[in-house]
């Protein structure tokens, strides 16, 4: 490409300038936070815990549809790990989405109840 003021070829801008490079490197990254209960923790709300325990499903669709998502979500196969894993991204929760699998499939009731617990005090 020639200049049109010198005749001089310019050349392509390859970069941003360092001035920018060194503002976009100070990016600040939040902390993890945890569950505010453990998964075992069922008696702290008895009115979770038993519908927890003897109504899971219904206990599931009223969590679900609470938190903004589709009612029938955690009917679904891999549904009630989607809204953990959703419920922890969106709560900047540490773990990963095998935990969520893993915790779900092997403790369903009492991960349900923990949700519902976690929405309940982050949304009074």
């Keep these: 490409m020639q200049n049109p003021r010198k005749g001089a070829p310019t050349l ?12 976009t490197a100070n990016v600040c990254v939040s902390q993890k936070s945890r569950w505010s209960s453990t998964m075992m923790n069922c008696c702290a709300d008895k009115q979770i815990c ?22 029938c979500q955690p009917l679904l196969p891999g549904g009630l790990t989607m809204l953990r894993s959703s419920m922890r ?15 779900v499939y092997g403790f369903g009731p009492c991960a349900l109840c923990q949700m519902m617990r976690e929405y309940n005090s982050r949304n009074p």
């Design 12 to 23: 392509p801008v390859s970069g941003q300038p360092k001035s920018q490079q060194a503002q």
């Design 50 to 71: 038993c519908c927890g325990l003897f109504c899971s499903p219904i206990l599931a669709c009223r969590l679900s549809k609470k938190y903004g998502e589709c009612f």
């Design 89 to 103: 991204q969106r709560y900047n929760i540490e773990g990963s989405i095998l935990d969520d699998a893993a915790v």
